[in-house]
């Protein structure tokens, strides 16, 4: 085989000059080992987002907007990359919270009885003060519902409750920018997480008020049928990236799909299954560009975003 062909396993050169995005394409001819679907996963985004007649789906797990990644989202949704976010209610909690409040570092070998005394939780390496959490979420949910309430409103989908949200939050919140730019933003498990027991808490005081998660269905209908094309970023798995597989299906598959999870497949979880089995099911098409990428998300997202800012100017 000659030394050109395009199977040739190629060092990677890397100068001080060197661009993320360089270093990135030169992942696809490094053979190895997950690098090649970094490459494989910038691509497939640079198409989708730029492809005009392509409906296009992020969605992603609640524990990553208690970091820092919540930022590399929200510039996405900012930049109107996005139709739709597929979340859960976990994001809605933490975008009120770190809106109005903060959050502190900490590490996953802290003392948790200790953290409890002290009236702090801890999600992986975060430490979520109780008064930046329950509390605040309570009073800003309560007084965002009641407000609407007395405008009239009885019914809500999640999409309303999540535009409603970035109505009343600011530059700092991924939800703002959903508001901003027109990104629908679903959560199919609203229930469980704060803002879900805010809102059944005030179904308590005003019971003719509705939550129509229905409602989420028909909208993501009218969208989806009509798609020429369909892409999605899975940012780790469970219901959200469920979500987006099982409505791209009744448009014959997603055409394009980057999924990026740290699960393994060897326990039939939704989660560890990579994009390639969803074909079997009619979630992918069978032409599809697609890459499934075994890497903590808050590490590798951050530079692929930069990548494609860089392919951007």
């Known amino acids: 085989m000659s030394a050109e062909s395009d199977s040739t396993v190629h060092d990677m050169a890397i100068t001080g000059g060197s661009s993320v995005r360089d270093i990135i394409h030169q992942m696809s001819g490094s053979g190895g080992f997950e690098s090649v ?4 996963g ?5 198409s989708m987002i730029h492809d005009e007649d392509c409906l296009t789906f992020v969605s992603f797990v609640g524990a990553t907007m208690s970091t820092g990644l919540r930022g590399v989202v929200r510039d996405m949704i900012r930049h109107g990359w996005f139709d739709v976010a597929v979340t859960t209610c976990g994001s809605l909690d ?7 409040a903060s959050y502190d570092r900490g590490s996953f070998t802290m003392d948790d009885a200790e953290l409890a005394e002290r009236d702090i939780h801890r999600l992986g390496s975060v430490l979520v003060p109780m008064d930046s959490y329950g509390p605040l979420i309570e009073e800003k949910m309560q007084s965002f519902l009641e407000a609407e309430y007395s405008s009239g409103t009885r019914r809500m989908t999640t999409a309303d409750i ?38 059944w808490m005030f179904t308590q005081k005003h019971p003719d008020f509705v939550l129509d998660v229905a409602g989420d269905s028909g909208m993501l209908a009218s969208l989806v049928f009509k798609a020429k094309r369909s892409g999605a970023l899975m940012i780790g798995g469970g219901i959200s990236k469920h979500h ?23 326990d039939g979880s939704l989660s560890g299954a990579p994009v390639r089995e969803a074909i079997s099911w009619g979630k992918v098409t069978t032409a599809a560009k697609q890459a499934t990428l075994h890497a903590e998300a808050t590490t590798i997202l951050p530079f692929i975003y930069a990548a494609l800012l860089e392919g951007a100017n």
Not at 37 to 40: E, R, S, T
Not at 42 to 46: C, Q, S, V
Not at 94 to 100: E, L, N, P, Y
Request: aromatic share 12%; proline share 1%.
């Open 37 to 40: 679907n970094v490459a494989a």
């Open 42 to 46: 910038l691509n497939i985004l640079d």
């Open 94 to 100: 933490h975008d009120i919270a770190r809106h109005f």
């Open 162 to 199: 999540c535009d409603m949200i970035g109505r009343n939050t600011g530059e700092s919140s991924f939800l703002h920018w959903a508001h901003k730019t027109g990104t629908r933003v679903v959560v199919p498990g609203i229930m469980d997480g704060a803002v879900g027991s805010q809102i």
């Open 244 to 266: 987006t597989l099982w409505w791209n299906q009744y448009r014959g598959g997603l055409d394009y799909a980057l999924y990026i999870t740290t699960a393994t497949e060897y």
